[in-house]
Nanobody, 126 residues
Framework: QVQLVESGGGLVQAGGSLRLSCAASGLPFSTYAMGWFRQAPGQEREFVAAFRRAGILTNYADFVKGRFTISRDNAKNTVYLQMNSLKAEDTAVYYC???????????????????WGQGTQVTVSS
């Protein structure tokens, strides 16, 4: 049974930082690309950041470039999202997702991801 469990969300003031974690189990983590998406109230889910494949190359949405960093620890089956300089518009539920080989489509296309976590709420107060 595959599980992706996010943690690390919370309430933070604008300009602050949070680090989200996503612990994976039940899948060959090191061979999967991993990504983060978010969904704000009344809006569609949108791409935030991801590894292009199972290596180290990454992609970011323009609105988080220079502020967010995705990383992974294959020994711990965990992917992280370090979020700095947070803004009120970053408020959303953040989801991690797994993208299996052969990594069809683009990293930003949610349909290419086969498993999703339950989400963690991030609220940024202005």
């Amino acid at each position: 049974q595959v599980q992706l469990v996010e943690s690390g969300g919370g309430l933070v003031q604008a300009g602050g930082s949070l680090r989200l974690s996503c612990a994976a189990s039940g899948l060959p983590f090191s061979t999967y690309a991993m990504g983060w998406f978010r969904q704000a109230p009344g809006q569609e889910r949108e791409f935030v950041a991801a590894f292009r494949r199972a290596g180290i190359l990454t992609n970011y949405a323009d609105f988080v470039k220079g502020r967010f960093t995705i990383s992974r620890d294959n020994a711990k089956n965990t992917v992280y999202l370090q979020m700095n300089s947070l803004k009120a518009e970053d408020t959303a539920v953040y989801y991690c997702a797994s993208r299996p080989p052969p990594f069809q489509g683009t990293v930003a296309d949610s349909q290419g991801y086969n498993y999703w976590g339950q989400g963690t709420q991030v609220t940024v107060s202005s």
